[in-house]
């Protein structure tokens, strides 16, 4: 099973290219934009997978999506199916 996941572009150092935040911490990976019928801006939300941005989506959108991730990892993690996230 693949999975998309809505990220927070951080900076945009270059044509096709962003840098983004990967969950609450300090986890930044960076992305092609490529896909993308407009470049990101910082602080924009992106769906990534597989390291390209699919489409852009709002600040609502993303945090519900996140909000649902949270939920489901909370659920296996009770359950022992999932480690303790770190």
């Known amino acids: ?3 998309a996941v809505p990220v927070r572009v951080v900076d945009v150092p270059e044509e096709g290219k962003a840098r ?3 969950g609450a911490g300090e986890n930044h990976m960076e992305i092609s934009t ?3 019928p407009e ?3 910082p602080g924009d939300y992106v ?3 597989a390291g390209f941005a699919l489409r852009a989506l709002d600040a609502a959108e ?4 996140l909000k649902i991730f949270r939920q489901i990892a909370e659920l296996g993690v009770n359950e022992g199916r999932f ?4």
């Open 47 to 49: 769906i990534v997978h």
């Open 20 to 22: 983004v935040q990967v």
């Open 1 to 3: 099973m693949c999975l």
């Open 34 to 36: 490529i896909l993308l």
């Open 83 to 86: 480690a303790e996230p770190l």
């Open 62 to 65: 993303a945090e519900e999506s």
């Open 39 to 41: 470049p990101p801006r």
